[in-house]
């Protein structure tokens, strides 16, 4: 059940239980009257012990003087009450309620039928396999591949390497007893360590489609949701069925949600998490030489992970699923194009060459991005254009076209974003300017999109320092041709800081020397970090404070010589941007008069 449901569902309840107490309450007051026979009510009528009667149809309640109160029925309301009244008792009557039914279905039916239809609702979703009370159940989703739209490794592009690792799986598989009549070991658990979106769940769903085995995935976080106990007996749920249906293949996403290194975590351990990484140990564990079921488990944090879970015969085996280099994200748009019309002039290699720091899942996205831009042009085919604004909207988040910018920030934009790109464009070993814009996107104003040439692992001081002064760019131009500075340039500074910070502490990069410094609180709370805070005194971090403060400065400093003192070109490119809000590498080229080969 969805959240939203479950609340509708628990709003639910509350109403039904409030309308039986508002019922209880209501009737409450006639519960203290006791019950007497017809004629003892003839008694009191002739004793003068009445003190007050309320006739409600032909229910008769009465308070005696001395304070009892009985109850009774008569069919002959009016003589009583007219003996009554003249006795000078205080009557009230009311009259029969004609509608007696309805207000009976409505007082009694109504919730009992919203329960009714409450359980068959629970009892549905119970057998549809629906989170709601299915606790003890697990979430797997099952796969068993369909040989007509299996995913395969044609499906999977770029990460030959982790294919060729899965082969031998693939093949025990398909013939477990090839294998164990030889006494073979094979592993029982696969880790696959990447990035998020760089393939693991495909490949797994692969191996499973290559094998033509059932595939069985449920996700670490699912695991661990809501009352102690219930992640372990959902594993264990899930590995009776894999047994039923083996050979398969078992999928864990996100293992390190259940995986963590247990008892580190804040204020003690998560029992839950606990009882369920050790449930999953144990089913490990129990596999005899003919549990044909090849355990795989992705995870992008593997140093976070308790090493229980990476001993022999656990995830004994672990492959590294990169993010794809350039050849690889050609491939994998070349996967992903496959059923789509592409105009003449779209170059794949331009937009692999272009989309550095892309992960499959990016690009998978992106095809699917331009696509549908094509599709809204009502374009049968889908061009260039169409990949350059998809690479916008996936790079950057959705335009914001209704935004409301008023003329004052447009201007201030306008200048900021082309003090990136001036510095950028001034300074060497900088990664060249692709586009500038100020169309709102997201949270930002406007974006001045650099991107690399190539595939970067490592990075020189030089760059380092010159990529914080095209941060520090925008406030420079700012400063320097407004006179003004803004909040716009947060983000920057921010980026800036944390870039020096790295310098620093980790790179080794200032006069602090080549030494690691590790003051990351920013991972207190997931498990075992916390172990490894703060390895200096108050007098180290007061100097990595100055360091970095030192290499932010020097950044703003060269930023700012630059801007002034070029500032014809900001001016030029800034009213040129607030003419046409975007501009591409070209247009800066002939905005600075150059004929730079670097542009892309
Ligand atoms: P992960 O499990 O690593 O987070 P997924 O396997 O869920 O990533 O990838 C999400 C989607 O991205 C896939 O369904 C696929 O469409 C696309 N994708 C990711 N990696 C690749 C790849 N190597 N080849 C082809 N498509 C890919
Ligand atoms: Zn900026």
Redesign the pocket.
Known sequence: MSPVYRNAFLWMIIAVLMILLFNMFNNAGNYSFVKIDYTKLIRLVDSDKIKSVRFDGNEVYITTTDGKRYRTYTPEVKDIADKLAKKGVDVVVKPKENNSILTNILIYWVPMIVFIFLWFYFMNQMNKGGKALNFGKSNARMFVSDPKNRVTFK?????DEVKDELLEIIEFLKNPGKFTKIGAKIPKGVL?V????????????AVAGEAGVPFFTISGSDFVEMFVGVGASRVRDLFNQAKRNAPCIVFI?EIDAVGRQRGAGVGGGNDEREQTLNQLLVEMDGFQTDTNIIVMA?T?RPDVLDPALLRPGRFDRRIV?PK?DVK?RL??LK??TRKIPLGDDVDLEIIAKTTSGF???????LVNEAALIAARKNKTKVEMEDFDLAKDKVLLGPERKNAIISEREKRITAYHESGHAIVAKMLPNTDPVHKVSIIPRGMALGVTQQLPEDDKYTYDKEYLMNRIAVLMGGRAAEEVMLGSITTGAGNDIERATEIARRMVCEWGMSSLGPIHLSDEGKEVFLGRDIAVRKTFSEETARLIDAEIKKIVDDGYRIAVEIITENKDKVEKMAQRLLEKEVIDAKEIDEILGLNDDRAA
Do not use: M, Q, R, S
């Open positions: 499906d999977v592009a770029g990460i696959l990447g990035a998020p979106g760089t393939g693991k769940t495909l490949v797994a769903k996403d992705a992008n699923v794809p690889g491939e994998i996967v992903h992960v499959g899942a990016d690009l998978a996205n």
